[in-house]
């Protein structure tokens, strides 16, 4: 099954572009710059996520006004992950703002479901990516079937109160033919009783 969902798609590869965009924007692109010693890549893309924001907010700001705020929002977010932090800037230009200073608290807010849900992907990857490798590993072993939960006898569902009975049966633990069985199994007649 772990193979038929990866039919096509690079999983290791997906695994590190998520693991890059889940590190820490300063530590991924310290002072904004990638590998390469050029503007990185995610740190240029919120600086234009932010930019956008300046220009919602504030859009009479000196250029060199908008500029500064833009280098300081850069460092100051740059303690979330990138992929989280552009995710983050680019959900809060739909939310309504009247203040540059209120974007850092806007971006942050926004940021923890956005991590969150990148941490699940992430694992989920990972998960995939375990059982690709172990479908394709010869000579595993199958696995054993779990053991079924024994079934109850007659005397065990007539010592049931009718609400557990009723559960028993809603959840599956037993039929209602079952019960209708032990009850009847217990019933005997007046005549035969005296």
């Not at 992950?81 to 608290?105: D, I, K, S, W, Y």
């Not at 209602?176 to 009783?193: F, G, K, L, T």
Request: with cysteine; aromatic share 2%.
């Amino acid at each position: 099954m772990a193979l038929a969902q990866s039919e096509g798609v690079d999983v290791p590869a997906l695994i590190e572009s998520y693991e890059r965009g889940l590190v820490a924007l300063k530590e991924a692109e310290p002072k904004g710059l990638g590998a390469s010693g050029k503007p990185g890549k995610l740190s240029s893309g919120l600086a234009d996520d932010l930019a956008l924001l300046c220009t919602k907010i504030a859009p009479t700001i000196a250029v060199e006004q908008a500029d500064a705020w833009n280098k300081v929002m850069v460092t100051a977010l740059s303690d979330l992950p990138g992929r989280v932090a552009r995710e983050a800037a680019q959900a809060a230009l739909h939310t309504p703002m009247r203040f540059l200073n209120e974007v850092e608290g806007v971006i942050r807010e926004k940021a923890v479901p956005i991590g969150y849900r990148h941490s699940m992907a992430l694992r989920r990857l990972r998960e995939l990516e375990a059982a690709i490798r172990r479908a394709l590993e010869p000579d595993q072993p199958a696995l054993a079937a779990p053991n079924p939960e024994p079934e109850l006898t007659v005397e065990q569902i007539r010592a049931l109160t009718p609400e557990l009975r009723s559960i028993g049966v809603k959840i599956g633990a037993i039929t209602q033919d079952q019960v209708a069985h032990a009850i009847r199994s217990n019933y005997v007649p007046h005549e035969e009783a005296a």
